[in-house]
């Protein structure tokens, strides 16, 4: 049994001789959209692959961040300065002549017998201040001095003063001692303010 041509026609579509361009354009079609998905198929599975392949490090906590911040440059601390302090040791009401000390800071001299004795070689600067009661009227002259040599001395008229400050940079060696007297004896006041004695070391020799 054989379907007439027009019948054919008919199932297919082919109207008027345009149902082939139709239904090729259509076949174009669903191939262009069947090559896109694919594309977007292995575009997203590489996508995938990629991030376990490369996962993105972690966020860096808090500290991680402190610690790879840069310090700025810290300034250099100031070196301390090695000085040795002296207070005075005895009595407002005392007639004295040898005037003796006690260590406020006991680095590179110590007291031994009423002297002051050196521990180390080296440059020193000495700083001396000698404050007389209000009533010493005379002429008082004070003086600092090892065993061999004077190193600082002064006068303090009584009549018109009653304080003196002297200082001046020393070498002294191991061994040495400084003495401090007054002549002749005063009352001198004993005030951290009024009376003291200091050396600071400059530096070793």
């Known amino acids: 049994m054989s379907l007439s041509a027009e019948y054919c026609s008919d199932k297919t579509g082919d109207r008027g001789g345009g149902g082939g361009v139709a239904l090729a354009h259509q076949r174009r079609l669903i191939r262009g959209l069947l090559v896109w998905a694919t594309l977007l198929t292995l575009g997203l599975a590489t996508s995938i692959t990629l991030q376990f392949i490369q996962r993105e490090s972690p966020a860096p906590s808090k500290r991680q961040i402190q610690e790879n911040v840069t310090q700025p440059p810290q300034p250099p601390q100031p070196k301390e300065i090695p000085i040795m302090e002296f207070s005075p040791f005895w009595g407002d009401t005392e007639m004295v002549e040898n005037l003796t ?105």
């Open 101 to 205: 000390w006690k260590t406020v800071r006991e680095d590179f001299f110590k007291v031994q017998q009423q002297l002051l004795m050196n521990q180390k070689d080296g440059q020193y600067f000495l700083y001396l201040q000698v404050t007389l009661a209000s009533h010493e009227k005379a002429n008082h002259t004070i003086t600092v001095e090892t065993h061999n040599r004077k190193i600082l001395n002064g006068r303090i008229n009584g009549s018109k003063l009653s304080t003196l400050f002297m200082a001046k940079g020393i070498s002294l060696a191991k061994g040495d001692n400084l003495t401090v007297t007054c002549n002749p004896k005063a009352k001198i006041r004993t005030r951290h303010t009024e009376t003291y004695l200091g050396v600071i070391k400059i530096n070793s020799t």
